[in-house]
């Protein structure tokens, strides 16, 4: 999966408060990586302050990596409790110039819940207790 590039702003301007959901359309379902279903948790709007030439990198990174719709992890998701989640774009960025250089971004995206994985980068998969 496609990651927010290193050369861009790496946080959003305003703060984010939600609970993150788990990623399953039912929590007390076993978890089996073979059935596990990502789903959109919410859909939310990100704002970034940005220069001329970021703006124009973040452009050619969603034309050409992102192709306009990939989902990406971003770094700020982790640092707002969202481990394990992704981001995908709902509709068009947009952008308005605000004047000596500077731009505001606006990222119209929809978190998804992805599949907590152990320490070997492997989806975690949790059996059910055995009963005797």
């Known amino acids: 999966m496609e990651a927010w590039p290193g050369t861009l702003p790496q946080s959003p301007l305003a703060e984010f408060e939600a609970e993150p959901g788990c990623g399953l359309a039912d929590e007390k379902e076993e978890r089996n990586p ?3 279903r990502t789903y959109p948790e919410r ?4 704002q970034m ?3 001329a030439a970021q703006l124009a990198a973040f452009r ?3 034309d050409t990596t992102l192709n306009q719709s990939a989902p990406f992890t971003a770094p700020w998701l982790a640092a707002m409790g969202y481990g394990f989640h992704f981001l995908r774009l709902r509709e068009p960025p947009s952008w308005s110039h605000l004047g ?3 731009w505001a971004l606006t990222l ?5 819940a992805g599949v907590e994985t152990d320490g070997d980068g492997n989806p975690a998969i949790y ?3 055995e009963t005797e």
């Open 108 to 112: 119209p995206v929809e978190i998804i």
């Open 127 to 129: 059996l059910p207790e």
């Open 60 to 62: 050619a990174w969603w």
């Open 100 to 102: 000596g250089g500077r």
């Open 34 to 36: 073979q059935r596990l």
């Open 43 to 46: 859909d939310t709007r990100f």
């Open 49 to 51: 302050m940005m220069t």
